[in-house]
T-cell receptor
């Protein structure tokens, strides 16, 4: 069965510190992987996606993610967190075509001074 | 950046009542989706719609649910007789092509009392 696991429900980091949000997936076909961010009162905004090629993908707002097939992981990273990064982050997996996305439960990021 | 618009942002209804959630997808998009997120749980796929018909639906999307694109711009989700467990945030999404970026609206919070 297709599934996405985000093991951390809530993470708190200090502003300026580095960040890594974990995502593991289980998917039968070649996965397309996504990270979305949801700020309060906002919709889901795509941060980055991996379809193929270079396993380290760059996204918006200084985020990057690395696809590791051997670990079935697609962890999101940022070297220096800003207070505006406080939000809910969702990892999702899909496939080529019109396949619906399967989302993880999300990780809530809090940023402290 | 173009936006998917959802109205209302918050809908309160009595159990057993019908509700219609409205979405205006991005104008040149061809694929339309509804997802929902029950508080504290994953974002779940409900239904996808293409070429004026449902292309895929999940187990959640039972006979109480229906979708319509009545006028070429709006995309609606109707729940015929709401239940308490229908309380959730409902997200509309659209994209131009099957492998294109998926744009989400900011959601409608449905509260069934």
């Amino acid at each position: 069965a297709q599934s996405v696991t985000q093991p951390d429900i809530h993470i708190t980091v200090s502003e300026g510190a580095s960040l890594e949000l974990r995502c593991n997936y289980s998917y039968g076909a070649t996965p397309y992987l996504f990270w979305y961010v949801q700020s309060p009162g906002q919709g889901l905004q795509l941060l980055l996606k991996y379809f193929s090629g270079d396993t380290l993908v760059q996204g918006i707002k200084g985020f990057e993610a690395e696809f590791k097939r051997s670990q079935s992981s697609f962890n999101l990273r940022k070297p220096s967190v800003h207070w505006s990064d406080a939000a809910e982050y969702f990892c999702a997996v899909g496939a080529r075509g019109n396949t619906p996305l399967v989302f993880g439960k999300g990780t809530r990021l809090s940023v402290i001074a | 950046e173009p936006e998917v618009t959802q109205t209302p942002s918050h809908q309160v209804t009595q159990m057993g009542q019908e509700v219609i959630l409205r979405c205006v997808p991005i104008s040149n998009h061809l694929y339309f989706y509804w997802y929902r997120q029950i508080l504290g749980q994953k974002v779940e796929f409900l239904v996808s719609f293409y070429n004026n018909e449902i292309s895929e639906k999940s187990e959640i999307f039972d006979d109480q649910f229906s979708v319509e694109r009545p006028d070429g711009s709006n995309f609606t989700l109707k729940i015929r007789s709401t239940k308490l467990e229908d309380s959730a945030m409902y997200f509309c999404a659209s994209r131009m092509g099957q492998n294109e970026k998926l744009f989400f609206g900011s959601g409608t919070q449905l509260s069934v009392l």
